[in-house]
């Protein structure tokens, strides 16, 4: 009996990820996982409390890595924390591009549910450190736009292998990204020349 709960879970993770794949989170219901599975939606919550707690699992080993990646990042500064946070954000972004993709177009609203709350906190630490925690305009914006286009390009060059796709991203934030160096002497920015 136990083996056939574990395969019926499993058939239900699947089976999401299938649905939200091709229709998106939102335009799922827990309706539409079970009529996939051929079971009832009594059974989809007798495995999952509700479409947020399937969801949380699917995300989990990738929120794992997040978690681990804000690890990672804590006290580190300057070039380092950008080095590391662009590489470790590229291998994470590739690994799970799979479940990036399910959720394509849907982060913002995700971030507001309670299961995926602290995400929005480890993403600004991760924006700030790919940002080399300077408050400089530029590397800001920078690491933002990297932080969206990143997830973004895995998700829509499925075509490109995963070798490939990691050296073209990390290519591109060697590209884009302006290592940050305590000891070098900030630009003048505009203010700076008018004053």
């Known amino acids: 009996m136990a083996r056939a709960v574990s395969e019926t879970h499993g058939e239900i993770l699947a089976a999401a990820a299938r649905q939200f794949a091709v229709t998106g989170y939102r335009g799922t219901s827990l309706q539409d996982i079970a009529r996939e599975v051929g079971c009832s939606k009594a059974t989809v919550l007798y495995h999952f409390a ?21 690890d990672q990042l804590t006290g580190l500064t300057g070039a380092v924390a950008q080095q590391a946070a662009a590489v470790g954000f590229v291998d994470l972004a590739v690994r799970f591009r799979g479940e990036i993709a399910l959720l394509r177009g849907e982060f913002a609203e995700l971030l507001c549910q309670p299961a995926f709350a602290h995400i929005q906190q480890i993403s600004e630490r991760l924006r700030d450190a790919l940002a080399g925690h300077s408050d400089r305009p530029v590397a800001r914006v920078t690491a933002l736009v990297l932080l969206a286009g990143i997830p973004e390009a895995c998700a829509e060059f499925v075509d490109i292998p995963d070798d490939d796709l990691r050296s073209a991203l990390l290519t591109l934030v060697r590209r884009a990204v302006e290592p940050v160096d305590a000891d070098l002497p900030q630009q003048p920015t505009t203010e700076d020349k008018d004053s």
């Open 50 to 70: 509700s479409k947020e707690a399937l969801l949380a699992e699917l995300m989990a080993p990738a929120i794992a890595v997040l978690r681990d990646l804000d």
